[in-house]
């Protein structure tokens, strides 16, 4: 997928192309010790910090800074850092629309009613989450859905608000690297060559038993880390309605349509639509919470439009000094704003590494002095994916840039197509929602900081930081560790002459 840099555009940097890697390097420094050290989880404070490893690399490069400039620009337009905000946005809008019609309510009547509590609720998460991910397709649409709707369920029951928010990660994981209609599936399977129902079936021998030894973890460390229900609780269970579950209608609108091959553009959309529509007719929510526009109070016009019996009812007089927009739409797709931002700028960071020659280099090394054999070379491969997951937030992004050299390595060994694509989205979708500053888990955590304004009981004490989110998302860590033990053992492992015998060649 990725091409080889164009002279006219391609970077010198002042000390060599590892030189390159300095804006991206400066930046998770500074993610790391603003959310790992300071505790700080603010999205905000990362975008500074991209900006400013930005800057720096502009004093280390050679010849004319609008070449670099240039480089920042080409990585901000990528087409694969829209693909993750246009997610971002549709998920926000359709979890916004679906909580303000009560569908926490009605999960948390549903868990008392079926006695699902603090210490089940983590495994039951990871197991809805896995089966929406993988329905959908997208692992950060699952990840703010499921932290905006059940994360609030579970931690009022007493279920560990960090082993909850990992239960959730982990299902992301299990739906990004099996759905077909996952990004990243696609992409594994194109760049190596393969065709994409081979590869998720190819790859169910992975993921389940990553997956078996993930719910063990979570039931597990479910009944060790559950605590007593929320003070209050059980008198918010006793008022919880049922009628927020008719939201699983719209669930499955989208979920259906994405499993028909529409896209998650037009799957979303259609399930917002659904929310909307039952909100309204229900009577869970009136229009004004879903979008409202408050006016000032002394214009004419608006008291005339607020007269009004349809359109009126979106309008609210407030003084002038309160005017502006609102509503779930509005929140829902407003507090992503930062995190856009910030991946548009790690997106160009990463370009500016690939231009400069640094992962050539880190590519050129790991060929040359590491892989001299094939469980080297699928361990390198592993390592590989990690080290540019780990420098790349958007998991397709990363996967989109070591893609190359997977196929390389792969070729060299005679590795069939489809055992490359396993490795390379595996490790992908895993490690994006394990390092704190990855897309996935920032993704979660912008909907997770929206709840303490959502809910009076939920305060900023239950906010998740992410640095500490990490050791809890089991699946993805099962998922690596199958794979590295896959590499030394040589379980799955199909070489090109394989590739018509074997499992593979029946789908």
């Keep these: 997928m990725s091409s080889e840099p164009e002279e006219a555009t391609r970077l010198r940097f002042r000390g060599g192309p590892a030189v390159s890697a300095v804006p991206v390097v400066f930046f998770v420094v500074w993610a790391v010790v603003q959310s790992g050290v300071l505790g700080i989880g603010d999205t905000t404070g990362l975008v500074v910090g991209m900006l400013l490893g930005l800057i720096v690399g502009l004093f280390l490069v050679r010849g004319e800074w609008k070449t670099y400039a240039d480089v920042v620009f080409d990585g901000m337009t990528k087409r694969v850092a829209a693909t993750a905000i246009v997610a971002w946005l549709w998920a926000g809008m359709f979890a916004a629309t679906i909580q303000t019609g009560g569908f926490v309510d009605g999960l948390v009547w549903a868990a008392v009613a079926l006695d699902v509590g603090a210490a089940l609720f983590p495994a039951a998460t990871f197991l809805l989450a896995a089966l929406l991910a993988t329905g959908i397709g997208t692992g950060y649409g699952t990840a703010i859905a499921f932290t905006a709707l059940v994360f609030p369920a579970g931690v009022l029951l007493g279920a560990s608000p960090v082993l909850l928010f990992g239960a ?49 973890g979570y039931l597990v460390a479910g009944s060790a880390m559950s605590a007593v229900p929320l003070a209050g609780a059980a008198g918010i269970a006793e008022t919880a309605r049922p009628l927020g579950l008719v939201h699983l209608v719209s669930i499955a609108v989208v979920i259906g349509t994405a499993v028909s091959g529409r896209h998650i553009v037009e799957a979303v959309s259609w399930g917002l639509v659904v929310a909307v529509a039952l909100n309204l007719l229900l009577g869970l929510a009136p229009a004004s919470r879903m979008l409202v526009f408050r006016a000032p109070e002394s214009s004419g016009v608006v008291q005339a439009i607020d007269a009004t019996p349809v359109v009126g009812g979106v309008v609210e007089l407030v003084p002038t000094a309160e005017t502006g927009v609102g509503g779930a739409l509005y929140t829902g797709a407003a507090d992503f704003f930062p995190l856009i931002v910030l991946v548009l700028l790690i997106v160009a960071g990463a370009e500016v590494m690939q231009r400069g020659g640094g992962f050539d280099a880190v590519q050129s090394f790991l060929l040359d002095r590491v892989a001299t054999n094939v469980r080297r070379a699928e361990t390198t491969m592993v390592l590989g994916t990690a080290t540019v997951n780990a420098a790349i937030t958007i998991n397709t992004a990363a996967e989109i840039a070591v893609a190359p050299y997977v196929a390389r390595l792969g070729t060299r060994f005679n590795i069939n197509g489809y055992r490359r694509a396993n490795i390379l989205d595996a490790n992908t979708s895993a490690l994006g929602y394990i390092f704190p500053w990855g897309g996935g888990v920032l993704a979660g955590f912008t909907a997770m900081q929206r709840l303490p304004a959502e809910y009076e009981w939920f305060t900023q004490s239950m906010l998740v930081n992410p640095a500490a989110v990490w050791p809890f998302v089991f699946h993805g860590w099962f998922l690596v560790a199958v794979f590295l033990l896959a590499a030394w053992t040589g379980y799955g492992r199909e070489y090109v002459s394989d590739r018509r015998s074997g499992e593979v060649s029946r789908v």
């Design 168 to 216: 959730i990660l982990s299902g992301a994981v299990f739906g990004d690297n099996l759905a077909p209609v996952s990004d990243t599936t696609i992409v594994s399977a194109v760049t190596q060559d393969a065709d994409i129902g081979g590869v998720v079936a190819s790859r169910f021998k992975y993921a389940v038993v990553a997956a078996v030894f993930a719910l063990g």
